[in-house]
């Protein structure tokens, strides 16, 4: 679960996105909407406590953002939050299954092949284990970042365009992965998304205002 109240972003004297209230309990699939440049990413990234709000409270999984230090927060982060991003971010020295090894290790977590397989396979791509993500398409790069977000199995999942790269299929077999892992770790699902192909596929929405204007200096 999560729950933002009064929260503001600001650069400068720009407002980048204001929250006056959200909770979302655990086990609830969300949308995210609003036009591009209307913050949904930075929500996103207040909420995974990668970066900190102007003014506001957040607290995630029963833990207020606001008490977490620099590296507790990255543990926290890796063990807590599951997060798509919408550039991936996939490390490219490193293969396919090394990128998801590595995101158990930040977290603290066992090494767990089997687990890493099944979620390969579950989206589409184990045949491609021991690639590069260089060597990949950007859907498959899309659909691995899909299995690093779950690896883990975090209390909270957040996706920023997930199916931005995807055709009706692997879109389809994407966000089947976010939803059933979020049914089975009880986990709450923020998907970020302007695709009328997710709509339909999660009951709650949160909707941001197009446009958000920047503060008046007084004169």
């Known amino acids: 679960m999560f729950e ?18 959200w909770r979302a309990e ?22 995974a406590a ?18 977490l230090g620099s590296p507790a927060r990255d543990r926290w982060r890796g063990r807590t939050i599951g997060l798509v991003p919408q550039w991936l971010h996939l490390i490219g020295a490193v293969s396919v299954a090394d990128n998801l090894r590595l995101a158990q290790r930040l977290a603290g977590a066992e090494r767990d ?15 491609l284990a021991h690639r ?10 899309q659909r691995v970042a899909v299995a690093r977000a779950v690896v ?8 920023d365009e ?3 790269a995807l055709d009706d299929e692997h879109a ?14 009880g986990a709450t699902l923020v998907v970020a998304s302007h695709d009328a192909r997710v709509k339909p596929l999660l009951p709650h929405a949160f909707a941001l205002p197009a446009h958000v204007h920047p503060r008046r200096r007084a004169a």
């Open 162 to 164: 997930p199916t931005a």
């Open 152 to 159: 883990n199995r975090p209390a909270v999942l957040l996706a």
């Open 26 to 47: 655990a086990g609830e699939a969300w949308l995210l909407a609003g036009p591009s440049g209307s913050g949904k990413s930075t929500v996103l990234h207040l909420i």
């Open 113 to 127: 092949d089997a687990r890493i397989l099944a979620l390969l396979e579950a989206v589409q791509v184990a045949d």
């Open 4 to 21: 933002l109240t009064g929260v503001e972003k600001r650069h400068g004297d720009s407002l980048a996105v204001a929250v006056a209230s």
């Open 172 to 185: 389809a077999v994407a966000l089947e992965l976010l939803r059933a892992q979020a049914i089975e770790s």
């Open 50 to 67: 990668l970066t900190r709000p102007t003014s506001g409270r957040i607290v995630v999984a029963n833990r207020d953002l606001a008490t």
């Open 132 to 141: 590069l993500p260089g060597e990949l398409s950007q859907g498959q790069a």
